[in-house]
């Protein structure tokens, strides 16, 4: 199994739907979660973290499952200015420098 | 504040040929990383730093060196190029060991 995996998609969505996209992770001792968004040809930014009672930033709501070992992301009222590869991001456990990345989701969303 | 700024932007190289790119961050980050990004993979981590002076090997270091010598710059070295190491490099720093802020990356082709 890999570390972290998620389905690439693409996800082709009208405008004002709503989308889900989800990623599993290998390693039970995870401790930290993130949604990072990367736009074409552009760096990867941080978009949200992920807690472990599920959180909301306006029209994206982020959830953990830590015993099925899956984070999800929910993106509502989806705008065009909403695609772009979404980074499932998890970091192994204290004292680790080091994330790891899945390969990505890539949502367009349509007119 | 510039943020994390890389140079250069683009290079070609020929196989064999060294080349050091530059990442600079202007916001007194202790922590500082260089990663690899190719098509059907995850960002994978080359090289990083905890702080001035300090270097340590990520996921994949082998072909790389890095340099720490200011807290604000952080290089990575080609010292004979191949055509393995053709990617975007994207680096990144930040103030915790989980955030990241991502230059806009460089994009290295060797033929």
């Known amino acids: 199994r890999k570390e972290v995996e998620q389905d690439p998609g693409p996800f082709n969505v009208p405008e004002g739907a709503t989308v889900a996209f989800n990623c599993t992770y290998s390693n039970s001792a995870s401790q930290s979660f993130f949604w990072y968004r990367q736009d074409c040809r552009k760096e990867p930014k941080l978009l949200m973290s992920?807690?472990?009672s599920g959180n909301e930033d306006g029209r994206f709501t982020a959830q953990l499952n830590r015993a099925s070992q899956y984070i999800s992301l929910l993106i509502r009222d989806s705008k065009l200015s909403d695609s772009a590869t979404y980074l499932c991001?998890?970091?192994?456990?204290?004292?680790?420098?080091?994330?790891?990345f899945g390969k990505g989701t890539k949502l367009s969303v349509i007119p | 504040n510039a943020g994390v700024t890389q140079t250069p932007k683009f290079r070609v190289l020929k196989t064999g040929q060294s080349m050091t790119l530059l990442c600079a961050q202007d916001m007194n980050h202790e922590y500082m990383y260089w990663y690899r990004q190719d098509p059907g993979m995850g960002l994978r981590l080359i090289h990083y730093?905890?702080?001035?002076?300090?270097?340590a090997k990520g996921e994949v270091p082998d072909g790389y060196n890095v340099s720490r010598l200011k807290k604000q710059n952080f290089l990575l070295g080609l010292e004979s190029a191949a055509p393995s190491q053709t990617s975007v490099y994207f680096c990144a720093s930040s103030p915790t060991d989980f955030m990241r802020y991502f230059g806009p990356g460089t994009r290295l082709t060797v033929t």
């Open positions: 992920v807690y472990s």
């Open positions: 730093s905890v702080g001035e002076g300090t270097t």
């Open positions: 991001v998890v970091k192994p456990g204290a004292g680790s420098y080091q994330l790891t």
